[in-house]
């Protein structure tokens, strides 16, 4: 699949995204992907986390228009730093090994820019359940713990909220390349108001994985066929969910199964489809919304109702129900590119179908992006972003966004496209898990593992989700 169709690779050349682990490109670091941290899901997908951030939607070019005339003034002048050192905060290790081509290449280009400015460039190495403390403390002290750090969309609501995360406006400048034609460095979707993150190109993939061969042995409609027909609709996706569960030795219990996935995921991913969160972006109450009761009503149909829901350990809510379409015998899943590579059929991939009330922009709910800050008090933050700019003006081995991973994952070129072109970038932000307290989880509980009215749950659990919201506020 090295020579892509022409529109594909037109497409991939102006892709301006982010990277999740199952398919990177070779500039960036590993990422973590698309999952849930909090609840009792844990925080399974942050550690190794991307270099440039998780599931983002597309860059906004908007913003870089005031600068446009800029595009051929000269890049800012080198500065002498007198031997900083520059420090670079994850919770991984991101200094360039050298062991691989690109890695080479990353590193060469580290000793130039340390050379170009006198500066050590340190990259710091904070375990993820200490780091947003360390972060927090070290930032209301004057004295961040890095001159750039990552951090998660979900958990820096507070940091902006007491002003210790500096917005791009602070730093950035008409020549820099995330306000003009964004190469290798891109503006993240905007927080409570303003742009705070940047981060590298990728691609990213969360959508409704399935299970090729499962469907050609069932006679299964296409998905993909379905999505391009404009079928692809939450009815359409029961219909065929009922299809896919089957009893053939006839003892009552199916032998394959229509859908897997932790519920509370698909609440969210199905929410979004809707057009409706369980935190607003407005740092509102969601799941009040008559979409986000629609959307709950759904999926208690699906996992109390309809029965073509496989659930391998017993407890729906669980995370570990992100691995149980893995087995083989369950149709589709709502899964992460990350999650789903080496398995033993083939994956094919469509997005998540969309719901009665929604209108297509969004297909999956992104909970685990994340990007680069430069926190309150760092000296010279328009130098040190100017560093950073530098550091990821790489030459790529790809022949278009993404290649490396979404060839490993995909063996028709069709996944490709649809990944490309109809999932990437069309995530939205949930931020439910950065709000201490917020009872989202007890909402999915209640209703899928209690068995409760959608209605009640939700009148039950207004005024604790305000008052976390205040709290935050």
């Not at 899901?41 to 005031?66: I, L, S």
């Not at 004295?143 to 002003?163: N, V």
């Not at 996935?261 to 698909?266: H, K, L």
């Not at 109390?304 to 496989?310: C, G, H, L, Q, T």
């Amino acid at each position: 699949m090295k020579n892509m169709k022409a529109l594909t690779l037109l497409l991939a050349a102006t892709m301006v995204t982010l990277t999740a682990c199952g398919s990177s490109s070779d500039n960036t670091s590993n990422s973590g992907g698309n999952a849930a941290s909090n609840n009792g899901a844990g925080d399974a997908a942050t550690n190794n986390a991307g270099a440039t951030g998780n599931n983002a939607a597309p860059a906004n070019d908007a913003a870089g228009n005031d600068a446009a005339a800029a595009d051929d003034a000269a890049a800012p002048a080198a500065v002498n730093l007198d031997g900083r050192e520059i420090h670079i905060s994850a919770w991984w290790d991101g200094t360039p090994q050298g062991d691989t081509a690109d890695s080479k290449k990353a590193l060469d280009k580290l000793h130039e820019v340390e050379k170009k400015y006198n500066v050590k460039i340190k990259y710091d190495n904070i375990p993820f359940d200490k780091y947003m403390d360390k972060f927090t403390t070290s930032a209301l002290a004057g004295t961040p713990m890095a001159d750039i750090s990552i951090l998660e969309f979900k958990r820096a609501l507070a940091p902006i909220k007491q002003g210790l995360i500096l917005p791009l406006s602070q730093y950035t400048q008409g020549t820099s390349d995330i306000n003009n034609e964004q190469k290798h460095t891109v503006k993240l979707p905007p927080i409570l108001g303003d742009e705070y993150f940047f981060g590298g190109q990728g691609v990213s993939t969360v959508g409704m994985f399935y299970n090729r061969d499962l469907f050609k042995k069932l006679g299964l409609p296409d998905p993909q066929e379905l999505y391009a027909n404009g079928q692809w609709t939450w009815d359409k996706f029961l219909e065929v969910a009922k299809q896919a569960t089957t009893d053939t030795n006839n003892d009552g219990k199916p032998d394959t199964w229509g859908f897997a996935d932790w519920a509370p995921g698909a609440a969210r991913d199905f929410g979004v489809t809707n057009g409706a969160l369980f935190v607003n972006d407005d740092l509102t109450v969601g799941f009040t919304d008559p979409k986000m009761i629609e959307t709950l009503e759904f999926i208690n149909r699906l996992y109390n109702k309809e029965n073509v829901v496989k659930v391998k350990k017993g407890d729906k809510n669980s995370w570990d129900e992100v691995n149980t379409f893995k087995d083989g015998d369950v149709a589709m899943t709502s899964n992460f590119d990350w999650n789903v590579g080496g398995l033993p059929f083939e994956v094919g991939v469509v997005p998540n179908p969309q719901g009665p009330s929604g209108d297509g922009k969004y297909t999956y709910a992104n909970t685990a992006q994340n990007g680069w800050v430069i926190p309150k008090g760092v000296k010279d933050p328009q130098i040190v972003y100017q560093i950073y700019e530098e550091l990821q003006d790489l030459p790529s081995t790809e022949e278009y966004l993404g290649q490396n991973g979404l060839e490993a994952l995909f063996k028709n070129q069709q996944d490709i496209d649809m990944a490309i072109q109809h999932i990437n970038g069309t995530g939205r932000i949930s931020l439910e898990e950065g709000v201490a307290d917020y009872p989202w989880f007890s909402v999915m509980d209640d209703i899928i593992k209690k068995n409760q009215s959608v209605s009640a749950t939700v009148e039950k659990y207004k005024a604790p989700a305000e008052a976390a919201l205040a709290k935050l506020k």
